[in-house]
């Protein structure tokens, strides 16, 4: 047959094989035993599709340091949004965690289904359904306060929800969920508060407390909830960076014509669009620097291809506009005037990472109110602060040093405490790692310190099986406090650095 | 004109299960296929207001799974810092034997293979619209084609069609 006719027996074949996958084309409250929310939920996500990312991302970070206990934040610690504005309170002592998010924040937009706080320490996995069977761990004294975004446009905004009446849940006996919606003009959530038959009464009023403080924000997050940060590993540019919760990744070359030096991250605090007239050179990204306001920040960093180290200027200990423009010349280097840009502050930085030895551009440009809030600029510096980069090149992998046989004592509770073993190593080089048949998540000890999965809490039937099975792969430090461990069949995990002992009891 | 913002609710619902079994016949995973089909969506939504018309919004977010599909399974398995992770394993939406064997067929060729033969065969684009959609000359989009449908009868030993 003519290759360019259709061959409608092999199309009929493959929609068969297609044929019942069939998915909801509509959020429902809830869901039937067995049934997809996560489907569901992906007519939620499309206008408020990156809403939880960060909160979750916030959250990994701060459960990675104390699996899932979020009482270091205190009373107020909160899920913050990358793209838009979007809280919620913690309150301390309860857990929080959301639904799985796969990929780096290039895939960021699809990955986040609902976040969640819950009174009990139960281990929540994935996507937490109201009405569904309960997962295991879950205790009939446990409240869960669950948040789904959903489509919603040109509706008023309660900026205080209002709770629906309870209803029964047909699933489990005994159990009741109430639920709410509010919207903002990015989008809309559903807020439910779901618990047990036994739940305390001040749990609940918690609950209550915690879904009427939800909040879709007009305006631009607050500072404070800005100063979270959210990690970003760029595998292909072999780039790490933390960038503020609330701040846009571009998830394109805003650059696409610039081919050397090649734009390899894209930053700002508002909504950043691709390509444009150049504003001054073909170095910058127009439309975003056209978009740029006044409180606006823009950061962007490009790599020279083949530079040597010593082509570019040391990297500073701290990027900063003094540090950048010595001896009171920071007027000068407030280059958007020299560019023509009238009300923009900008800066070219040139440097050589002394790690990787690759050579870059940065460049960061505020609009003046942003320029004048020691928060937002701060924030701007500590991004650049934060740049790891990979040597470029195939990795030489080392094995990782080791010191002697575990120290441990019993501890009356059960289980044993046990201290590190390994010796020190570099940041940025890559070392050959062997996990034990009990996993990443048990005990990964490297560079003198133990090691901790990020959302260790969320192992599920899902996870990389490096958590919980033996693999000879490679570890390297990003930083002092991340590394990323990367499997013989290339998955990657990212860990964060535990300080001191643990305690290990048995593995299953 | 599509250019309401209201008017995406409508489309989404009218094309998400087409968008999703495609990413699925490429991606060969059902959960894989949703998720980016909701990208592909969410990208949609980023461009609504310059979508001229419901060809242009189909052919956008075609385009755009179909990259997103590639791009995920060239990175298949791999999950990055500040993602670990609970995908749920299991096909939920129910197995059959058909899908199965046609899984397993499609599993033999390669993506750009699947993309082809999907958009084609099962969408039923023409092939300047499928070389269109996946970035590559009509006459590459013909040579995968070729060898995809090849592949695919051999395994599901499946005549090819009369002439």
New interface residues.
């Given amino acids: ?1 003519n ?2 006719e ?6 009929e ?11 909801a ?2 959020p429902a409250p809830v869901v039937r035993r ?3 929310r ?2 569901g939920v ?2 939620a ?3 408020a ?2 809403v939880f990312l960060a909160g979750v ?1 916030f959250a ?2 701060q459960v990675g340091r104390d699996v899932g206990d979020l009482s270091g934040l205190g009373d107020n610690g909160t899920f913050a949004s990358p793209v838009f504005p979007w809280t919620m309170p913690v309150p301390g002592g309860w857990h929080a965690g959301g ?6 924040p290039r ?1 960021m ?3 986040l289904r609902t976040s969640f706080v819950t009174n009990s320490g139960a281990t929540l ?2 996507s937490v359904v109201v009405g569904s069977e309960l997962q295991p761990g879950v205790a009939d004294t446990d409240v869960i306060v669950v948040v789904d975004p959903f ?1 919603g ?2 509706e008023a905004q309660p900026m205080t929800l209002v709770l629906n009446a309870e209803r029964d849940d047909t699933t489990n006996a005994g159990w009741v969920w109430r639920d709410g919606k509010l919207c903002g003009d990015t989008g809309c959530a559903r807020v439910y508060v779901w618990h047990g038959p036994d739940a305390s009464e001040p749990d609940l009023e918690t609950a209550r407390s915690v879904a009427e403080g939800v909040r879709l924000v007009r305006s631009r997050p607050d500072p404070a909830v800005v100063t979270p940060t ?4 760029d ?1 292909e540019d072999g780039l ?1 960076a933390e960038v503020p919760a609330g701040w846009t990744l571009a998830d394109e070359n805003l650059t696409p014509n610039l081919t050397d030096p090649r734009e390899i991250l894209s930053v700002g605090t508002f ?1 950043l669009r691709v390509g444009g007239r150049a504003a001054t050179d073909a170095f910058l990204p127009g439309n975003a620097i056209a978009d740029l306001g006044s409180d606006d920040v823009f950061v962007t960093v490009q790599e020279r291809h083949g530079a040597r180290a010593s082509d570019f200027p040391a990297r500073p200990r701290s990027f900063s506009p003094s540090a950048i423009c010595a001896d009171g010349a920071e007027a000068g280097c407030a280059y958007g005037t020299a560019l023509g840009l009238e009300g923009i502050r900008a800066w070219w930085i040139p440097f050589a990472d002394p790690v990787s030895g690759r050579g870059f551009y940065s460049f960061v440009a505020m609009g003046e109110d942003a320029y004048r809030d020691p928060a937002i600029n701060a924030a701007a510096w500590r991004l650049l602060d934060s740049l790891a980069f990979d040597a470029t090149g195939a990795p030489v992998a080392y094995p990782v040093p080791a010191l002697g046989d575990y120290d441990y004592v019993q501890e009356a509770g059960g289980g044993s405490r046990i201290w590190p073993r390994s010796g020190s190593a570099e940041i940025g080089v890559h070392y050959r790692f062997e996990v034990g048949h009990c996993g990443l998540a048990y005990i990964t000890d490297f560079d003198g310190s133990f090691w901790q ?4 809490h ?7 099986s490096v ?1 919980i099975n033996s693999d000879r792969g490679t570890i390297r430090m990003s930083n002092t406090s ?1 590394a ?1 461990y990367t499997s013989s ?6 860990l964060l650095r535990l300080e001191g002992s643990i305690v290990v009891g048995g593995c299953r | 004109m599509v250019a309401d ?2 008017g ?2 409508g489309f ?2 009218e094309h ?2 087409r968008v ?2 495609a990413c ?2 490429v991606t060969l995973d ?2 894989a ?7 592909a ?3 949609l ?2 461009h609504w207001g310059q979508i001229h018309d419901e060809d242009h919004a189909g052919g956008y977010v075609f385009k755009t799974a179909m990259r997103l599909c590639a791009k995920r399974r060239t ?1 298949a ?14 096909d ?3 197995r ?1 034997d ?2 199965a ?3 397993a067929a499609l599993g033999g060729l390669s993506v750009r293979q699947r993309q082809a ?2 958009l ?3 969408a ?1 684009y023409p ?1 300047d619209e499928v070389a269109s959609m996946l970035g590559m000359r009509e006459s590459t989009v ?1 040579v995968h ?2 060898r995809g ?1 090849e592949a ?2 051999r395994s ?1 030993s ?1 005549e ?4």
Avoid at chain 1, 99 to 104: A, I, K, L, Q, T
Avoid at chain 1, 230 to 233: A, G, K, N, P, Q
Avoid at chain 1, 458 to 463: C, F, P, R, V
């Fill in positions: 047959m290759v360019d259709r061959d409608t027996r092999l199309g074949l493959l929609d068969r094989a297609v044929r019942g996958i069939e998915v084309r509509e067995g049934s997809r996560r489907v992906l007519v996500s499309v206008t599709v990156a991302g990994a970070t639904s799985r998010f796969v990929g780096g895939d937009l699809q990955d996995h994935g489509v446009t040109g959210v990690d970003y590993l595998n790490w909504p999965p990020i959302l260790r969320a192992i599920g039937a899902g996870s990389p958590l991340q990323v069949t290339d998955v990657q995990v990212g | 913002r209201a995406f609710e989404y619902r998400l299960t999703v079994r699925a016949l059902p959960a296929a949703e998720d980016v089909a909701a990208e969506f969410a990208r939504w980023s990175k398995s791999r999950e990055v810092i500040g993602g670990v992770v609970d995908r749920p394993v299991a939920e939406f129910g059959s058909d899908r064997a046609v899984f033969v999907a084609r065969d099962w039923g092939t013909r084609l070729s449908r695919l009868r599901l499946v090819e069609r009369d002439r």
